[in-house]
């Protein structure tokens, strides 16, 4: 019996339905992958999506899509999609809605904006301190330390934690590189097996660093990864997970901790290679 027959259960949860991909994907035939791996990084569609929308951006007939449903557990793809949509029925609102809603509830004065989020920032920096694993961190900053090169990754709303590793990397001697994703160009053809990737992503998942990701495992690079749990698309096996969550406000949330997460991993890089 094959690791596909033995499913049984649908799962109750995306996150749980993300860890399934991850268990499944590698014994996926090829169209089954491409459905695995392009729905891995578009779970935020998948509620508004059709079956015939989503076998064309995996590049599948429908007929695959529903087969991956299946084998998911799910009698078929309008289940798979209830999932989601009970999941997410109250998802994160558009900004112009955040800025409605904080308007409407009178939450929009500047000073008042900012005890908010000064203390949206406070509660992030003490969730990490006492969630912080230090073999974890550990084993992240000798992976880093000893790299000849160390590639960043964070697109959309981490590239500032990416373009601040860069910045300080920089500062410190430590060679590094940023990734842009100009172009759509594939720049994990950059990696050599002595570099290490420094990745930050949380959901919605940046496709370009998970991309990055799978590209530097393939190629035998390590990966350490700022990101928002277990269920994330970059928590592949082989990969350094440095869990990190923010708090928000409004729908809107800070750097506050993930910035502290980063600087401290450059600083004991840098302190570990002797550059500071």
Do not use: W
């Not at 299946?70 to 609102?93: H, K, V």
């Not at 409605?100 to 920096?125: C, H, I, K, M, T």
């Amino acid at each position: 019996m094959t690791e596909i027959d033995k499913v049984t259960a649908a799962p109750e949860s995306p996150e749980a339905f993300s860890r399934r991909i991850a268990e499944l994907s590698e014994s996926l035939p090829k169209r089954l992958r491409q459905c695995a791996d392009h729905i891995a990084l578009n779970l935020d569609r998948i509620a508004v999506s059709t079956v015939a929308e989503l076998a064309e951006g995996a590049g599948v007939p429908p007929s695959a899509l529903m087969r991956f449903c299946q084998i998911m557990g799910f009698s078929g793809f309008s289940e798979m999609q209830r999932l989601f949509r009970d999941a997410y029925s109250g998802a994160r609102p558009d900004y112009a809605t955040r800025l409605a809603n904080l308007r409407d509830g009178g939450g929009g004065a500047p000073g008042a904006l900012l005890a908010e989020f000064v203390d949206a920032g406070r509660a992030s920096l003490e969730r990490l301190a006492q969630q912080v694993n230090e073999n974890t961190l550990e084993t992240a900053v000798s992976m880093l330390s000893g790299a000849r090169m160390i590639h960043l990754a964070g697109f959309r709303r981490a590239y500032p934690v990416a373009a601040y590793l860069a910045y300080a990397f920089d500062r410190m001697g430590v060679a590094a590189q940023l990734h842009s994703g100009v172009g759509h160009m594939d720049q994990a053809r950059t990696f050599l097996p002595d570099d290490a990737l420094l990745a930050i992503t949380f959901a919605p998942y940046s496709g370009e660093t998970v991309d990055l990701v799978k590209g530097a495992l393939g190629r035998g690079v390590p990966v350490v990864a700022l990101t928002d749990g277990p269920a994330s698309p970059v928590a592949l096996p082989g990969a350094c997970i440095l869990p990190v969550e923010e708090v928000d406000f409004g729908a809107f949330r800070s750097l506050s901790a993930t910035l502290a997460l980063a600087m401290s991993l450059s600083v004991a890089v840098g302190a570990r290679r002797g550059a500071v």
